[in-house]
């Protein structure tokens, strides 16, 4: 393992079990060596690629339910989306990136980390609406709430959550948007803490359930459904 790539904390090998161990390892190696030399994470995150990252990202899957299609809006380098198919085999993640650059780290890593429940899909959000569908969207430092919303609802089937991983910041947020929550017909948003006993401190989502979703194109048949602009690869 790279010198700079601090030991991983004891609590890391209840998070990754099994498989996604030696898939946690090798990830916390591409982000630490190819990730940080193209650009996508800044050298001084080496130290912290457990804890801030890897640990942070995949106490998430706390708040995921089993067998669901789930979205990584703003993917970047995989965050928090590689990391949760890491740890949940049982989903299908799509990692949603408009940046050439990154979208093609993400191939990468699918690729070495030999995951076969990932789909890198480069495009803005805002270009799947109402072609694709998921049941779950996941989204770290993307957006404030208001534009999240914007993007995610029309991603997601009646019923469907957004988890939008959030800081000291998530209630304001979250008081913020509630006109936008009501006029989008929401039907419940609400703070989630997890990763207790994990990751100091517990990571904060704000988790958004979607209402019935909006006639639009999404009845059109699949080939017409199918993106005119960006890339799809599925993971080996
Ligand atoms: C600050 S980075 C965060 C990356 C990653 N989620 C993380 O936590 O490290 C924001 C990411 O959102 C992507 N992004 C910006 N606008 C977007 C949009 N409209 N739809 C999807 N992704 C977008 C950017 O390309 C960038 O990779």
């Known amino acids: 393992m790279s010198d700079q790539i601090p030991d991983p904390p004891e609590v890391a090998r209840e998070v990754f079990t099994g498989e996604a161990w030696s898939r946690a390892e090798a990830f916390a190696e591409l982000l630490a060596g190819p990730g940080v030399v193209r650009g996508l994470l800044g050298p001084r995150e080496v130290p912290r690629v457990w804890d801030r990252h890897l640990l942070n990202c995949a106490v998430v899957a706390e708040a995921v339910p089993r067998d669901v299609r789930l979205v990584d809006i703003g993917s970047g380098a995989g965050l928090p989306g590689l990391v949760l198919a890491i740890v949940r085999p049982d989903i299908t993640v799509t990692l ?122 999404r009845k059109t048949s699949r080939r017409k459904d199918r993106p005119s602009r960006g890339r799809q690869t599925r993971g080996q």
Request: charged share 30%.
């Open 96 to 217: 949603l990136e408009p940046l050439l650059r990154r979208t093609v780290f993400l191939e990468e890593c699918v690729e070495s980390l030999k995951l076969g429940n990932v789909e890198v899909l480069r495009g803005r959000a805002e270009e799947f609406a109402g072609r694709r569908e998921f049941d779950v969207a996941s989204a770290r430092a993307v957006a404030p709430l208001d534009r999240l919303l914007k993007w995610a609802l029309p991603l997601l089937r009646e019923g469907g959550e957004l988890l939008a991983m959030k800081g000291e910041r998530a209630a304001e947020e979250l008081a913020d948007a509630e006109g936008q929550l009501r006029s989008s017909g929401v039907r419940t948003a609400e703070l989630v803490s997890v990763g207790h006993g994990k990751v100091e401190p517990p990571a904060t989502l704000i988790r958004v359930v979607a209402g019935r979703v909006p006639e639009g194109p």
